[in-house]
């Protein structure tokens, strides 16, 4: 059986060029390494055959930091050819990369995340850079759980340039260990910011993005979720996606623990040159 689901976060890397406080994928810890592509092509092999989600989210750490991000992003277009698929970069490594390349993947959509409000020229220009590639181009000013995003389409890209003022910690910190809050698991998910989203990380199926980016630093202190292989119940996951579960309250409950992005203090830039 494949179950038909809205989006499902794809992990492709581990490390980061930035370490932003409070990150859903712990990018202030120690984070290192990429998904092997060859890892990748046999995730995708396998999923294709169990999932099939509208949207696929290129997800990290910093997708652009994988060494053979364009083969990465054939592995999933050929495993979901007719899945939207949407890369999610700080934008600060675009600079590296031709601009042609993001044209040539189809239903591709790019959502570069702006961090830090005094690196948003540079980012603007590594925009500019792809939108000179192609006319036609049409633009929109919106806004998406209250955060500023400019929207820009063509017919074989869409870019989203979003501006993610503040992230509600996922975790709390004591004495340099990861703990859950302990919250009310219905309050927690009110307030998730991404609460239908799975994630598929080291080849399991996780409710939430937070989740595999936590456990793997925690190593059984403290949390005790498992993700699901491609063999376990998949249905559990898909039957509660957008509902909130008892590993919701790990989470805080409010916006009090919520980190401001767009104070340089929060957000570390480790490769910017």
């Known amino acids: 059986m494949k179950y038909r689901i809205k989006r499902l976060d794809f992990n492709v890397a581990y490390a980061c060029n930035l370490a932003c406080k409070g990150c859903i994928s712990l990018s202030d810890f120690d984070r290192r390494g990429v998904e092997s592509l060859q890892d990748i092509q046999e995730q995708c092999q396998t999923w294709s055959k169990i999932i099939d989600p509208s949207v696929i989210s290129i997800f990290g750490g910093e997708p652009l930091m994988h060494p053979r991000i364009q ?3 054939e592995a999933i277009r050929e495993a979901w050819p007719n899945a939207v698929i949407r ?17 040539k993947f189809g239903s591709l959509e790019m959502q570069v995340s702006v961090h830090r409000s005094d690196h948003e020229h540079m980012i603007t220009k590594e925009i500019k850079r792809i939108v000179s590639c192609r006319k036609d181009w049409s ?11 400019l929207e820009l389409h063509n017919k074989d890209l869409s870019i989203f340039k979003s501006k993610f003022k503040t992230f509600v910690m996922p975790y709390r910190l004591e004495d340099g260990e990861l703990k859950p809050f302990n919250s009310d698991p219905t309050k927690a998910h009110s307030i998730c910011g991404s609460p239908d989203v799975p994630i598929l990380y080291r080849d ?13 630093l925690d190593k059984g202190k403290n949390y005790t979720y498992q993700g699901v292989g491609p063999d376990g ?4 996951i898909v039957d509660n ?3 909130p579960e ?4 790990m989470c805080p409950e409010n916006k009090n623990h919520s980190i401001d992005h767009f104070d340089k ?5 480790k490769d910017i040159d």
């Open 204 to 216: 399991r199926l996780y409710k939430c993005a937070p989740l595999p980016n936590i456990l793997e």
């Open 71 to 73: 083969k990465v992003l």
């Open 241 to 243: 996606i957008n509902k």
């Open 87 to 103: 890369l999610i970069t700080n934008g600060y490594l675009l600079r590296k990369h031709d601009p042609e390349t993001w044209f």
């Open 233 to 236: 119940d998949i249905e559990s």
């Open 246 to 249: 008892s590993v919701c309250a």
């Open 139 to 149: 633009a929109t000013r919106s806004r998406l759980d209250g955060h500023k995003q």
């Open 265 to 269: 203090e929060n957000v570390r830039v």
